[in-house]
């Protein structure tokens, strides 16, 4: 950055104005862009070695942890936090899954990769009106996107997959569970469908198609440990409104 000093008017008016103009990006800058892409480019090389499979067994955990923590850097550098603190914050998360190897953890890793991933893959990119432009910024989304889903999958998130005997089972099976965001029951019998609307002490019932399922103008939200109130735009405002009682005795 550099100053400059504009003349002002004639004496007596206003004093001169000083205007700063930007310099060329410093070299620092470049440096830490060029960095950020060697550590991703050793992530997604660790992740693609370790899917062929070559090399060690760790190579897809530590893959991973080297692309989550480069997006959270860019991540929080995009919208103007702290891009050491979170970069370093989520390398000691990261190493701490890894040294803890409980299947818990790694797909709570899993997941957190998932998020940074798709949020650094909007963030990233910028707003175009031309074609080629457009393109552009398409591109690198789908590349961030697609490292960070490498990533996800170098967790080694785990989905437990609990068999039950009878339709009643099934039922109680998921009724005793602490959650309940939103839960999804595949049958033809109509009864068994409805049985199940009742029983569950869902946010959702989803009759046959998956749980994660939802579109912006549907109350989405779960109960009991799944939290607390409803997303979705009319809903959203509902629970921010505070209502308020006046009561008038006009005698």
């Not at 440096?31 to 480019?41: A, D, E, Q, S």
Request: hydrophobic share 50%; net charge negative.
């Amino acid at each position: 950055m550099r100053e400059e000093i504009v003349p002002g008017p004639p004496v007596g008016a206003t004093p001169e104005l000083t205007v700063t103009v930007p310099e060329q990006e410093p070299i620092q800058s470049r440096l830490l862009v060029v960095l950020w892409l060697l550590v991703v480019g050793a992530g997604l090389a660790a992740l693609v070695a370790a899917m062929i499979p070559v090399g060690p067994a760790w190579l897809d955990g530590a893959g991973a942890v080297a692309v989550v923590t480069a997006y959270s850097w860019a991540l929080a550098a995009r919208t103007g936090g702290r891009p050491v603190v979170f970069g370093a914050l989520a390398l000691a998360l990261g190493g701490a899954v890894l040294a803890v190897d409980q299947d818990y953890l790694r797909t709570g890793a899993a997941v957190m990769t998932c998020v940074v991933s798709a949020v650094l893959g909007v963030m990233a990119t910028t707003p175009a009106v031309q074609f080629a432009r457009a393109a552009r910024e398409c591109v690198i989304a789908v590349l961030v996107a697609g490292v960070g889903a490498l990533a996800t999958i170098g967790f080694d998130p785990v989905v437990s997959v609990v068999r039950y005997d009878t339709f009643e089972d099934g039922l109680r099976r998921l009724g005793d569970t602490p959650y309940g965001l939103q839960a999804g029951i595949y049958t033809r019998d109509i009864d068994k469908a409805f049985a199940a609307i009742r029983s569950l002490d869902m946010g959702g019932v989803l009759i046959n198609d998956t749980p994660i399922f939802r579109v912006d103008h549907m109350p989405y939200g779960g109960n009991r440990r799944s939290g607390i109130g409803r997303e979705g735009v009319r809903y959203a405002v509902e629970e921010m409104t505070n209502l308020r009682m006046v009561v008038v005795n006009l005698t």
